[in-house]
């Protein structure tokens, strides 16, 4: 075919691909788009044994799913179990899984392979926080914030991600942050890694479409603070823009955004609009405006999980 006719016609595939994706996403802004069984998906979710972990289990729990629930914390997760059969679950795996050791990701995602089956819906939650300045953060915190926020997120994709292609079938979801979007004081090492989580998911996601494996889907969710005591004391000068969100209500969303397949899920819906304001506006003007909004001062009461891991 000459070049020029091949021109035109990727043009042609272009500008119809384009427009779709357009109207696509205009039609699904009136009609909600339908949302997927996952009844029998075996969903891991880890860090379950509290806050957003725990309450997405019992989600996929009431959905039918086949739980396998990750956490450094026995009891709390015992108690995720419980409730999730509760809530009509009735497989339900629980681990200990330190997710700061590769090797216990590996050791336990063999464990789960040969237990329970290939994992479908893998959702890396798992999260821990310092909340101090640079200066004040022990070196080995900064490597465990690593460890458990971006890098487990590496180990467990290539734990589960080759049955998935084998299947073309599967979902990743990676719970980033409002901080894996926009750096900010006293969080420097978090923000790092949660930036990492969020680019590393996003590869992922975009390496699989060209690869052609369209069965596998992925959702990066970027909340800012919610209430499960993780960032207790913290505080919001700006409840009508950035409120401290509820557990249920973040749950919900996310259990949403899985279940239609969404790729991007930011809350509060300001976030959308402070990361586009972060790519033109002047960096000063910026800075004034993150003083006034006292961005910079969210952390200043922050007390966290006290010595809890
Ligand atoms: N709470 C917030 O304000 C907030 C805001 C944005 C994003 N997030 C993110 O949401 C996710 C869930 O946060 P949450 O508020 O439910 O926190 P949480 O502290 O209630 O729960 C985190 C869970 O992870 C487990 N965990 C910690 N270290 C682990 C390890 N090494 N191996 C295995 N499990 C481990 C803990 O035992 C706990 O059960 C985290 O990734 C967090 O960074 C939280
Ligand atoms: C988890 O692994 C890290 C890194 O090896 C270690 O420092 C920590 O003590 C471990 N935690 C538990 C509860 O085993």
Same mark, same amino acid.
């Given at each position: 075919m000459p070049s020029k006719t091949k021109a035109?016609?990727?043009l042609l595939i272009f500008a119809v691909k384009f427009i779709y994706g357009f109207l696509e996403a205009l039609f699904h802004w009136v009609v909600p788009?339908?949302?997927?069984?996952?009844?029998?998906? !075996?969903?891991?979710?880890?860090?379950?044994? =509290?806050?957003?972990?725990? %309450? %997405?289990?019992?989600?996929?729990?009431? +959905?039918?799913? *086949?739980?396998?629930l990750w956490d450094i914390n026995p009891e709390g997760n015992q108690e995720t179990c419980d409730l999730a059969r509760k809530a009509g679950a009735s497989r339900v795996y629980t681990y200990i899984c330190n997710c700061s050791e590769r090797q216990d990701i590996y050791r336990v995602a063999a464990q789960v392979k040969k237990e329970v089956g290939d994992v479908t819906?893998?959702?890396?939650?798992?999260? *821990?926080?310092?909340?101090?300045? %640079?200066?004040? *953060?022990?070196?080995? @915190?900064?490597?465990?914030?690593?460890?458990?926020? =971006?890098?487990?997120?590496?180990?467990?994709y290539k734990a589960f991600l080759p049955a998935m292609i084998t299947n073309n079938h599967g979902h990743l979801v990676c719970i980033s942050s409002?901080?894996? +979007? +926009?750096?900010?004081?006293? +969080?420097?090492?978090y923000c790092a890694s949660k930036f990492a989580a969020l680019g590393f998911a996003e590869s992922l996601c975009f390496e699989l479409f060209a690869q052609g494996y369209t069965? *596998?889907? =992925?959702? !990066?969710? @970027?909340?800012?603070?919610?209430?499960?005591g993780m960032f207790e004391g913290c505080i919001t000068e700006n409840p009508l823009l950035l409120p401290i969100l509820e557990p249920n209500y973040v749950a919900d969303k996310i259990t949403n955004a899985i279940l239609e397949e969404q790729v991007y899920l930011f809350m509060p819906r300001f976030l959308y609009f402070a990361l586009f304001l972060k790519s033109f506006l002047p960096v000063n003007a910026a800075l004034a405006l993150c003083e006034y909004m006292k961005v910079f001062e969210v952390m200043n009461c922050f007390t966290g999980r006290l010595k809890k891991e």
């Open positions: 035109m016609k990727d788009k339908p949302k997927k069984n996952v009844a029998g998906e !075996i969903v891991l979710v880890t860090g379950s044994g =509290s806050g957003i972990g725990r %309450l %997405l289990a019992l989600r996929f729990a009431h +959905l039918g799913a *086949i739980l396998v819906i893998l959702i890396n939650n798992a999260g *821990i926080v310092t909340g101090k300045y %640079l200066l004040e *953060i022990p070196d080995e @915190c900064v490597e465990k914030t690593f460890d458990v926020n =971006s890098k487990a997120h590496i180990w467990t409002s901080a894996g +979007l +926009l750096g900010t004081s006293r +969080l420097s090492d069965g *596998i889907k =992925s959702t !990066i969710v @970027c909340p800012f603070f919610i209430k499960t």
